[in-house]
């Protein structure tokens, strides 16, 4: 069977840097943090008392009024504000598709916990009283699935529909599912990407006592540093990214413009530990592998990597290692960044937004930066002969870009876009 080819066709971003793609990867560029005081609840008695919100999010201008937002978690906002400027991106004629074989398959790796945690704290606070009270909107707001739901119900989208969930690997994980879907003739357009909102009371408290988050309070800007000596853990971030994927006949059928193809994916566990890499990347060496050989490309022919770069002690050593391991001599060609020092960590939407960032590399031709990096605060456990893309945007030719996400319980997900050819 002949495997249909799969291209990018449209992109959205709600995050930390902006609520539009271009905001979002002007400031990529720029080498901007997003990171600052937590203003979704008082962290005041929290050891991390910051992340990279999300600023000046508005429903409204996505067509969500105040009555459906209520029935709606955040992360599901996110997801549906990105999915609608993905699509209008795209400029895809909604009456001239079948929309049986459009889907949408987005991840998401925790889902639906701010409203989880107010339906708790309104039956603690009746529940001697008038006995349990929970919303009626209380499990349709919460659970992880929702979000594709209320995509494809809004625009009618009567193809695949699911969510992916495998903690920080989700998104990337969903973008491989949809690839799939699409090469293999199951559909020919597929609203893809993930979505989060954990900036909660628990999900900080949570992370905290896993000692996972930077508690850098005095300086949240400067707090992401991966690869750096001084790195004391990761920031939360939040937000969605979106990918239109298409099959390329249906995409050029219709006249759509090309961002790049996507042409591999690749999956593994480290079957290790449920939250630490395998200190010698055993996982990371396989995904990346497998991505390469399902791409059918060699390592000399990436010359940019994003990074999974959490800015955690082993996850940034472990990584660094893999990356040698997988493409030898070649390793010291290629540009490498973190745009987790900027957005944070998003979790379950943290491969789509890195997607979106490596598919604008190859169609800019620029790499945006690893920031917060200084000279005298190396780890003699990371090779700096590797080009961590510190501080300051490249400009460079970028063929093919290859990112790399991994999530808690050792799942490993790595994807790759390569410059459209027609």
């Known amino acids: 069977m002949e495997l249909k080819r799969v291209v990018v066709t449209g992109l959205g971003a709600i995050t930390p840097l902006g609520n539009t793609v271009d905001e979002t990867w002007k400031n990529l560029v720029a080498g901007k943090s997003g990171a600052g005081p937590i203003t979704h609840f008082n962290a005041e008695k929290f050891k991390t008392q910051f992340a990279c919100e999300v600023k000046d999010f508005n429903s409204e201008a996505y067509g969500i009024d105040r009555k459906e937002a209520r ?14 400027q993905a699509i209008e991106d795209s400029a895809v004629d909604l009456d001239a598709i079948d929309k049986n074989r459009v889907g949408v398959v987005y991840g998401v790796g925790i889902g639906g916990i701010k409203t989880f945690e107010e339906e708790l704290r309104g039956y603690e606070r009746t529940a001697d009283t008038i006995g349990p009270k929970f919303g009626p909107f209380f499990i349709p707001k919460m659970i992880a699935d929702i979000a594709a739901g209320h995509i494809s119900i809004l625009y009618g989208f009567h193809g695949p529909n699911y969510v992916t969930t495998s903690a920080c690997a989700s998104s990337t994980n969903a973008l491989a599912d949809a690839f799939n879907l699409i090469r293999l003739g199951k559909a020919d357009m597929i609203v893809s990407g993930g979505a989060e909102a954990a900036i909660t009371e628990g999900g900080v408290g949570g992370f905290n006592a896993m000692k996972a988050l930077s508690t850098r309070n005095d300086e949240p800007e400067k707090a992401s540093r991966p690869f750096s000596a001084s790195r004391d853990g990761f920031i939360m971030g939040e937000g969605s990214g979106c990918l239109i994927l298409e099959e390329l006949e249906h995409a050029k059928a219709r006249g759509a413009k090309i961002y790049a193809e996507m042409v591999g994916e ?43 770069g959490t800015s955690t002690h082993v996850g940034d050593i472990s990584e660094a290692k893999a990356i040698k391991e997988v493409f030898g001599e070649h390793a010291y060609k290629l540009n490498i960044s973190s745009t987790k020092s900027m957005t944070g960590h998003l979790l379950g939407a943290a491969g789509a937004v890195e997607a979106l960032a490596s598919v604008l590399a190859v169609k800019n031709d620029i790499v945006p930066p690893t920031i917060n990096h200084e000279d005298d605060d190396r780890d003699e456990e ?9 501080n300051k945007a490249q400009q460079r030719t970028v063929r093919a870009a290859l990112s790399n996400t991994f999530g808690f319980g ?13």
Request: aromatic share 10%; proline share 3%; with cysteine.
């Open 71 to 84: 029935k709606m978690d955040l992360y599901c906002q996110y997801a549906i504000a990105a999915a609608k």
């Open 266 to 308: 690749g999956m593994s566990a480290d079957a290790h530990h449920i939250t630490a890499s395998h200190p010698e990347g055993l996982g990371a060496i396989l995904v990346m592998q497998n991505a390469l050989d399902d791409a059918g490309m060699k390592p000399e022919d990436i010359d940019y990597i994003n990074v999974h």
């Open 382 to 390: 990371i090779d700096y002969e590797l080009n961590f893309t510190f």
């Open 410 to 422: 050792g799942h490993n997900a790595c994807i790759i876009f390569k410059k459209f050819e027609g």
